[in-house]
T-cell receptor, first 113, second 116 residues
Framework: KQEVTQIPAALSVPEGENLVLNCSFT??????LQWFRQDPGKGLTSLLL?????REQTSGRLNASLDKSSGRSTLYIAASQPGDSATYLC????????????FGTGTRLQVTL | SAVISQKPSRDICQRGTSLTIQCQVD?????MFWYRQQPGQSLTLIAT?????????ESGFVIDKFPISRPNLTFSTLTVSNMSPEDSSIYLC?????????????FGPGTRLTVL
């Protein structure tokens, strides 16, 4: 059974700092990995999707990497802003059931002024 | 990305009653799902809503408790039956197979349910 862990559980950084969020998964036979952000009391916003054949994806100030063999993904946020404050979730889709996502526990990020 | 709406956005219900949550997508999608997010927890998949046939439930979830309908490619409902306080959660629908992102899941805004 796939298990997804995110470290740290919470993080507070000053505005402008670059930061890295970590996601690890126990079964490396994944189809893809998706990063989301969730604002308090709201739904999920898709940030980046990485297919298993890819090493990284970039969107604006966000860069996500994938190392399948070690069961790890990182989300890099450059020049953080207060508007980046949210909970960040990673989710993996497995081969054969790619549509079924297994979610991590999330990292709650606060960017302070 | 798909525009996904859910109704109601939130509700407070008495134990023993049922609530039906609607999920509407602005275009046809291949697959629709229902997730639950209990307080302080991450998301757990309840079931895949299959168009024109019975939903496929994950371990720990049963049709009698969470009946699901999907009459067409843009709409689905989830009913939470005979509710108890343990059912207090955010319920989210998601879709797959939209436009140029066939492998990317998009989520609705969620329905926050409180059971007293």
């Amino acid at each position: 059974k796939q298990e997804v862990t995110q470290i740290p559980a919470a993080l507070s950084v000053p505005e402008g700092e670059n930061l890295v969020l970590n996601c690890s998964f126990t079964d490396s036979a994944i189809y893809n990995l998706q990063w989301f952000r969730q604002d308090p009391g709201k739904g999920l916003t898709s940030l980046l999707l990485i297919q298993s054949s890819q090493r990284e994806q970039t969107s604006g100030r966000l860069n996500a990497s994938l190392d399948k063999s070690s069961g790890r993904s990182t989300l890099y946020i450059a020049a953080s802003q207060p508007g980046d404050s949210a909970t960040y979730l990673c989710a993996v889709g497995a081969f054969g059931t790619a549509s079924k996502l297994t979610f991590g526990t999330g990292t709650r990020l606060q960017v302070t002024l | 990305s798909a525009v996904i709406s859910q109704k109601p956005s939130r509700d407070i219900c008495q134990r023993g009653t049922s609530l039906t949550i609607q999920c509407q997508v602005d275009s046809q999608v291949t697959m629709m799902f229902w997730y639950r997010q209990q307080p302080g927890q991450s998301l757990t998949l309840i079931a895949t809503a299959n168009q024109g046939s019975e939903a496929t439930y994950e371990s720990g979830f049963v049709i009698d408790k969470f009946p699901i309908s999907r009459p067409n490619l843009t709409f689905s409902t989830l009913t939470v039956s005979n509710m108890s306080p343990e059912d207090s959660s955010i319920y989210l629908c998601s879709v797959l197979g939209f436009g140029g992102a066939p492998n990317e899941q998009f989520f609705g805004p969620g329905t926050r349910l409180t059971v007293l």
